[in-house]
């Protein structure tokens, strides 16, 4: 076998191997996808239930007392929900191009608090120096310590020179897509506060607030932060994965195509060198046997 024959036989065994990869990847995306897809629908019921808890509390609270301490300062508070590992395509530089373009202006007096290395180096880049980084969650069993530890880290920076907290991430959309979006998450809007208010009490039995109604409004309202934190990460990594999906997608069939045109080339070099010996021997034969 000539040395030629040698080296594509490697590299059809080397695309062969990669293809393994990829599949092995693609099943992982895709699970991971449906996991973190269920984990958002699942917090539907708990969100309904803190709401519950809220539209008791905005009837007797004032918005002004909630939303002291946050809005008469000169820092906007970001946090930013990105990827750690590669391989998604520009998810990372959707969102951090979403920050830039939304804080415009006033991104010299943002904040920002970041989930994930590769959205910290595309806001870096971008001249957005985060103020703290954090590992973004490999389960859903972990999204709770790492959005606990966003919370306290930022509650340890102060609220009093906050005027706003905004919360960007991408959403799944059709399909594999996705968009990037943003929320302002304080100060508390006061017209969502009024619908709350308004909503109506689903049992006959009516509640009753035990304790100082600001203190029981405030601890609501951390249970809605944590949890609309806590929706933005699951929307992230689903998103994160469906775009891993799509990226093994493009190079499960890009190797496909790499083996067929390697496996082509290999067949028609071997032939052509079995054509070339038979060709030698024919002509050996026909000069041995040729008359004196």
Partial sequence: MSDSLIVLGRKITNASDLKSVVRTMKAVA???????????????????????????????????????????????????????????????EVVAEHVAATLGDRAAQAEIWVIGE???????????????????????????????????????????NISELLLFHNRPATGASY????????????????????????????????????DTARAFIREYLFVSLFQACAESLASENASRLAAMQRADKNIDELLGELRQTFSRQRQNGIDEELFDVIADFSTRNQPL
Wanted: charged share 25%.
């Fill in 118 to 160: 590769r959205v910290y180096a595309e806001l870096a880049d971008a001249g957005l120096t985060p103020a703290g980084f954090f590992v973004v969650p490999n389960s859903i069993r972990s999204i709770p310590a790492v959005m606990t530890k966003l919370i306290i880290a930022s509650e340890a920076r102060g609220r009093r």
């Fill in 30 to 92: 895709a699970a991971n996808v449906v996991q973190f897809q269920q984990a958002v629908q699942a917090l539907d019921d708990y969100y309904r239930t803190v709401k519950m808890g809220l539209s008791v509390c905005f009837r007797e609270v004032d918005a002004a007392d909630l939303n002291r301490g946050t809005g008469d300062g000169d820092v906007v508070g970001v946090i930013v929900f990105g990827s750690d590992q590669g391989l998604v395509g520009r998810f990372n």
């Fill in 179 to 214: 968009e990037p979006v943003d929320v302002r998450l304080l100060p508390l809007d006061g017209i969502w506060l009024r619908e709350i208010a308004a909503s109506r009490w689903l049992s006959k039995n009516l509640p009753e607030i035990a304790v100082d109604t600001v």
